[in-house]
């Protein structure tokens, strides 16, 4: 019986890439029934609302989403759907793996998993101006909450996702020499859960400046990172980085009742509408998709076709220094199933 899921190919290189995907896991036999689905500036173009019931009424009932990266427009406009749409399904953890395969680059054996808490933090949208004379804008803030609930379940998920993937450390990153209050209670939090999984699994600590460093010197020596919403941010580019690029890491959304999976990166508008784009993080986003579906034998045969094309590196796309389009690379690892 075929899987529904929903699909929103996104905006900028969005819909080529997640073209790409599809055709990918035509070939490899995925029987899944598309529900297409708008959001972002796609969405506002067709219906004038950057997030359509429409949309939120299919992910209810799918529960699983493959989703292209969604324009936000900086600093003004409509708010980020990314965040939107984490909140909507309550998806509190973000899992991004960053692993070697790419040869010739700097690092050789990175095989990292970051776990981003996804719903708390500076992300949760409480920010406001105050106003001093006839300054509306003299000072900003931005508040940043983190719970104990929050940080129970990210830590939680973290160790069970290192357990579940024979994994041997986790890594909690934080803040809490200077936020005490915020980052102290998620490290607080973190220490607690840590002692339950004593014996199965090894724990650490690092302070995400000394952890951002240690990334760039030695990023070999680390497994499972759990942290929270703007360190995972900015530490999951870093770990993409290490392995390449944006165009290779995937990140999954999971909560209870919905999960979305999608590229870590954005539209790139910059090579938008160029047939240039590199579809490896969607890709890897949808092995990682098929893995939550059950389907885990087929997410090992993607993702070796993924991977072997990679190696090969005779037919990757301009961002991994090749001159595919996007067309030829999908064709090759097509050809590798
Ligand atoms: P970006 O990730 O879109 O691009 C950064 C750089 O990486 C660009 O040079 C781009 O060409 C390159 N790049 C990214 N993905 C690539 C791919 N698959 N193949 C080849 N090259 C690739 O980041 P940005 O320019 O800061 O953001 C552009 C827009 O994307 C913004 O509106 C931002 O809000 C949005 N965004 C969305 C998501 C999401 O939907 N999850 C994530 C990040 C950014």
């Not at 010739?104 to 406001?128: A, K, P, Q, S």
Request: net charge neutral; charged share 25%; glycine share 10%.
């Amino acid at each position: 019986m075929s899987i529904p899921v929903t699909l929103i190919p996104g905006d900028g290189i969005g819909p080529s890439i997640t073209d790409a995907t599809l055709r990918l896991l035509a070939a490899a036999g995925a029987d899944i029934e598309w529900d297409l689905q708008l959001a972002g500036t796609a969405a506002v173009q067709a219906v004038n609302d950057p997030i359509p019931d429409a949309t939120i009424d299919s992910i209810r009932r799918t529960k699983v989403a493959l989703k292209g990266p969604l324009e936000t427009p900086v600093g003004k406009g409509f708010r980020s759907i990314n965040v939107a749409l984490r909140k909507a399904f309550d998806l509190y953890a973000n899992v991004r793996p960053a692993k070697s395969v790419l040869p010739g680059l700097r690092f050789d054996g990175v095989d990292i998993v970051l776990v981003r808490e996804n719903t708390e933090g500076l992300y949760i949208g409480v920010e406001n101006y105050i106003k001093i004379g006839d300054d509306a804008h003299a000072a900003a803030q931005s508040i940043a909450v983190v719970t104990r609930f929050g940080a129970q379940r990210i830590h939680r998920y973290a160790f069970e996702y290192a357990i579940a993937h024979g994994r041997r450390r986790v890594t909690l990153v934080h803040k809490a020499n200077i936020l005490k209050y915020s980052q102290g209670l998620f490290l607080e939090v973190g220490r607690k859960i840590a002692r339950e999984y004593k014996g199965r699994i090894e724990v650490e600590e690092r302070i995400v400046d000394a952890c951002a460093m240690e990334l760039v010197m030695r990023p070999e020596r680390y497994d499972v990172i759990v942290t929270t919403n703007l360190f995972g941010d900015i530490l999951s580019d870093l770990t993409s980085g290490l392995v390449g690029g944006l165009g290779l890491t995937p990140g999954a959304n999971i909560g209870n009742e919905a999960a979305i999976f999608e590229a870590v990166h954005g539209t790139a508008p910059d090579i938008a509408g160029k047939g240039i784009a590199n579809p490896t993080a969607v890709m890897l986003a949808a092995v990682q998709m098929l893995d939550h579906l059950g389907q885990g034998e087929r997410a090992r045969q993607i993702k070796t076709a993924v991977e072997g094309v990679l190696r090969d590196k005779k037919t990757v796309t301009g961002d991994l220094g090749g001159s595919a389009t996007t067309e030829q690379y999908t064709d090759a690892v097509i050809a590798r199933l």
